[in-house]
């Protein structure tokens, strides 16, 4: 479980709370945070790393220099060195050309459209602050929605008719859905894509 999507996790003041809670009733699922760390406090990182298996903080400086943020996360472990096998730093020029993001991110003048289908439809389920399902996390504005949890339980939602037709027409490529056409995050697993195939029954002409 990820508490984050594409956002910044510690702008809900909630999320120590609901990171402690999710903990009592999953007490053996791996926690994942992603963050730019600009918004962490002592009591924030006092309340979350007990909790959570992995902090990942991606340190933004094109001098590869740890920010002052990162600086007060990394005193912060040196003093509680318990926590420090669940920090993980990565540092990103601020100028870098990443993902496009399913085409939403306008980073690069050129595109490399790829055929091939995307893990993430088979692989991860992205729930909005308002309850939705997105199509995965590159679908920063919720453009497809494929279940709403005030209505559906997360496994009625998973198994459902509309992520049916996402995994058959994503196996047929990614050029048969508008948003993933444009998208150039790699991630295939084929034997993975396989089993799930084989799983769900989908049809792969």
């Known amino acids: 479980m990820c508490f984050n999507l594409n956002n910044e996790p510690l702008l809900d003041k909630r999320i120590t709370e609901f990171i402690q809670n999710a903990r009592k009733k999953l007490p053996k699922a791996f926690f994942m ?13 006092e309340g979350i790393l007990p909790s959570i298996n992995r902090l990942h903080i991606d340190n933004y400086h094109n001098d590869r ?53 995307c893990i993430y439809p088979f692989s991860q389920i992205n729930i909005r602050p308002d309850g939705k399902v997105s199509l995965c996390c590159n679908d920063a504005l919720g453009k497809y929605t494929l279940g709403d949890l005030k209505e559906n339980t997360l496994l009625e939602i998973w198994e459902g008719k509309r992520y049916l037709d996402i995994r058959n027409r994503m196996l047929k490529g990614r050029h048969c859905l508008p948003m993933c056409k444009q998208c150039d995050v790699f991630l295939l697993f084929p034997k993975i894509l396989y089993s799930l195939k084989k799983f769900f029954s989908l049809n792969n002409t």
């Open 65 to 117: 220099i740890f920010t002052e943020p990162v600086k007060k996360i990394l005193s912060f472990i040196e003093k509680n060195p318990e926590f420090s096998e669940k920090l993980e730093i990565n540092i990103v020029r601020k100028d870098a050309i990443r993902t496009t993001r399913a085409g939403l991110a306008a980073n690069r003048s050129r595109v490399y459209f790829l055929r091939s289908p």
């Open 33 to 45: 945070m992603y963050s730019n760390g600009s918004l962490f406090s002592e009591k924030h990182l």
